[in-house]
């Protein structure tokens, strides 16, 4: 029987720049973990996105990769949109539409098996295995 993992949805802030990337990267360096880690990084509130927010999403999708998992970006503001583009870092994440979109876009999704992190919160309190039917 396949052990089904969650998909964890992280809201990025309005900001993502040099002054606030070491502090999202601690929110995130958690998730990233974990054995296959399935998570979506929801960009609908992003104003504000320089070198080092797409050098940090980068580094994420990468440390994701490197355990056998994946990060997708959903939801994009349209400055976040611009900035990909222009940085052609788009072209390296698989993004969609909507948070759902991209949560059901894993293999194993199970609509329950979404969960929402809450920096304040203990990860491991986020992340719970259930096994599939």
């Known amino acids: 029987m396949e052990t089904s ?9 309005e900001v993502l720049t040099r002054k606030q990337a ?15 880690p399935q998570l979506v990084f ?4 992003v104003r ?10 980068l580094l994420c999708m990468r ?12 939801s994009l503001s349209a400055h976040a949109q611009i900035v990909l583009d ?18 059901r876009s894993f293999s194993g999704y199970l609509p329950n098996m979404v969960r929402q992190f809450h920096p304040k919160s203990d990860p491991d309190e ?4 259930r096994k599939a039917a």
């Open 5 to 13: 993992r969650p998909v964890i949805v992280k809201h990025v802030p």
């Open 22 to 36: 070491d502090a999202f990267l601690s929110e995130v360096r958690p998730l990233l973990e974990h054995d296959r």
């Open 42 to 45: 929801d960009l609908s509130q």
């Open 48 to 57: 504000r996105l320089d070198a080092a927010g797409v050098d940090l999403l």
């Open 63 to 74: 440390e994701a990769v490197r355990r056998d998992g994946d990060l997708k970006l959903a």
């Open 86 to 103: 222009l940085t052609r870092a788009g072209r390296l994440f698989e993004i969609f539409a909507t948070v759902a979109d991209a949560a």
């Open 126 to 129: 986020d992340v719970i295995e």
